[in-house]
């Protein structure tokens, strides 16, 4: 994991841990909720809302379906958008034509999918729902690169980490055979 990015899966559990909370969207709307989650994992942002977000923290970003396409399903730990076509974004200074990101929150595959905070407050949200999340981006300071262990998928780890033991095996013997030469 690089230096100075959170884990995707300890993101995302710490954004669930906000379930029960109550915490009232007065105190933490939907960017600052986002922002509160990172900080929690020892990560420091300070962006404009939801539309700045969508434009600046994003290593990679695009449509639910273009998501599911490019990488088998939306990632745990990605951010999920509210992003319309509205002319919104122009008054919030936007003219890119890359839509108005109105509302933000978190996929954290735990509860009822995803956790967001709304007028209801912190709260824990359908996902998928086309209605609430079109978009999602990966942010540029979570890895996302991690595969948890698990029972299903445990044999394939386990021979991957066989295979490139016996390659350094193998490299090492042929540096032996170089340098005994």
Known sequence: MSVNKVDN???AEAAYLYHNRNIPYKQLDCQAFVERVLADCGIYQNW???NHMWRTALSWKGTIDE?????????????????KNDGGEVSRGYHDNEGNAAHVGIFTAKGKG???S??????????????RWTHCGL??????DHVPVTT???DDILDDMVKSWNDMINKINKLRGLIIK
């Open 114 to 116: 995803a956790m967001h």
């Open 9 to 11: 899966f300890a993101f």
């Open 67 to 83: 998501a599911i396409a490019k990488f088998g399903s939306v990632p745990v730990g990605a951010w999920l958008f509210t992003v």
């Open 48 to 50: 404009r809302g939801s």
């Open 118 to 131: 709304s007028a209801g407050g912190v709260q824990e949200c359908a996902f998928p729902d086309p209605k």
């Open 152 to 154: 299903e998928n445990m």
């Open 139 to 144: 942010a540029s300071v979570i890895d996302y």
